[in-house]
């Protein structure tokens, strides 16, 4: 991907998608503090502190740069609030590229995961052009698994990525595009 990629800005209804800035840092550590959204990272992002959170912020601008992808914060459109994050990396140890998110406690049970994720799933296909989008969840997270079939994504059954048993979903450009109908 070439340098100086301009990083997309996604909106929805009520949602807008982007990517951080350094003054988005404070609120970015509070969320990642959130024992309810950080249940699922892994124990160095849970540890991270203002410098690390800096770092990280760094970190994905660089991925927006080298990739064309990376991780948005989800922001409420009425208060420019930070309430989740939303993103596309490479999984672990393939080539395929993976959607993942969260959202603050506050916020779960709206549709808004939903609203997030449709706006870059939309994203993946019509403007990354990818071939297909992989998802993972824990067996004991039901929400976002009704989020991904939601979307289409099919169960492709238990898989092990980032050493721990999860559930696999993928969804291909042909499904996005007959979904899309």
Not at 132 to 146: D, G, I, V
């Amino acid at each position: 991907m070439a340098k100086n990629v301009e990083l997309p800005e996604l909106s929805t209804d009520k949602l807008i998608l982007r990517a951080y800035l350094p003054e988005d840092a404070d609120d970015l550590l509070l969320m990642w503090k959130d024992p309810d959204l950080s249940q699922y990272f892994p124990a160095s992002l849970k540890e991270l502190d203002y410098s690390g959170i800096q770092a990280q912020i760094a970190k994905l601008a660089n991925l927006w740069q080298t990739r064309g992808y990376s991780q948005w914060g989800i922001f409420n459109k009425s208060e420019n609030r930070l309430i989740g994050y939303c993103g596309l990396q490479m999984l672990d140890k393939t080539d395929d590229v993976e959607l993942y998110y969260g959202l603050t406690r506050s916020f779960w049970g709206q549709g808004l995961a939903t609203e997030a994720t449709r706006s870059a799933v939309r994203y993946s296909f019509e403007k990354l052009d990818l071939p297909r989008l992989t998802a993972l969840t824990f067996h004991q997270n039901t929400a976002s698994q009704k989020v991904l079939q939601k979307l289409g994504f099919k169960f492709g059954g238990n898989r092990n990525f980032y050493q721990t048993e999860v559930l696999y979903f993928e969804l291909s450009r042909p499904e996005y595009e007959t979904g899309k109908k």
